[in-house]
T-cell receptor, first 109, second 113 residues
Framework: GQNIDQPTEMTATEGAIVQINCTYQ??????LFWYQQHAGEAPTFLSY??LDGLEEKGRFSSFLSRSKGYSYLLLKELQMKDSASYLC??????????WGAGTKLIIKP | DVKVTQSSRYLVKRTGEKVFLECVQD?????MFWYRQDPGLGLRLIYF???????EKGDIPEGYSVSREKKERFSLILESASTNQTSMYLC????????????FGPGTRLLVL
């Protein structure tokens, strides 16, 4: 079966750095998305990786290793507004989007 | 700017009622999706549509049907609502590219009593 694993919840301190991991076992791979979802709101796009390596976008970076079936989202200089759930999703060989359950990130002052 | 709207943010229905959830996008996207989101389970695909009048079952279509009469509008129908359909329902749309981003509506939180 297809599976995406993320930690259920993480806690970090304002101003710090946090890394949210995502591992996947899917039938094929055509890219990986990270989305941010604030409580009660819709998911919004953060990043898309299809090649190995690190993609940096401001305070957020996303890394992919296809051989390891692994990605992480790195958030730097954490702000209180970064408190949200972070969803990892993989496009499989049929171009279907497989979603992880999401990681709830709690930021403490 | 991309916009996906859903007809209601909150909805309370009784068991056995017929429920219509509507989604409209203004991006001229071919692909539209209906998901439900439950704690600990992530997003689960109910149905999707890749063109007007076309529909495909997702992972959990039982108890649901859909309608796509116009390109911009994708409706989710619960023929006879049940308490286990209490959930957050999210609509999304996407352009033609299979690896393009999906854009989500604000969601409808449905409570079935």
């Amino acid at each position: 079966g297809q599976n995406i694993d993320q930690p259920t919840e993480m806690t970090a301190t304002e101003g710090a750095i946090v890394q949210i991991n995502c591992t996947y076992q899917t039938s094929g791979f055509n890219g990986l998305f990270w989305y941010q979802q604030h409580a009660g709101e819709a998911p919004t796009f953060l990043s898309y990786n299809v090649l190995d390596g690190l993609e940096e976008k401001g305070r957020f970076s996303s890394f992919l290793s296809r051989s390891k079936g692994y990605s992480y989202l790195l958030l730097k200089e954490l702000q209180m507004k970064d408190s949200a759930s972070y969803l990892c999703a993989v496009i499989d060989s049929n171009y279907q989007l497989i979603w992880g359950a999401g990681t709830k990130l709690i930021i403490k002052p | 700017d991309v916009k996906v709207t859903q007809s209601s943010r909150y909805l309370v229905k009784r068991t056995g009622e017929k429920v219509f959830l509507e989604c409209v996008q203004d991006m001229d996207h071919e692909n539209m999706f209906w998901y439900r989101q439950d704690p600990g389970l992530g997003l689960r695909l109910i149905y999707f549509s890749y063109d007007v009048k076309m529909k495909e079952k997702g992972d959990i279509p039982e108890g649901y049907s859909v309608s796509r009469e116009k390109k911009e509008r994708f409706s989710l129908i619960l023929e006879s609502a049940s308490t286990n359909q209490t959930s957050m329902y999210l609509c999304a749309s996407r352009g033609t590219g299979d690896t393009e981003t999906q854009y989500f509506g604000p969601g409808t939180r449905l409570l079935v009593l």
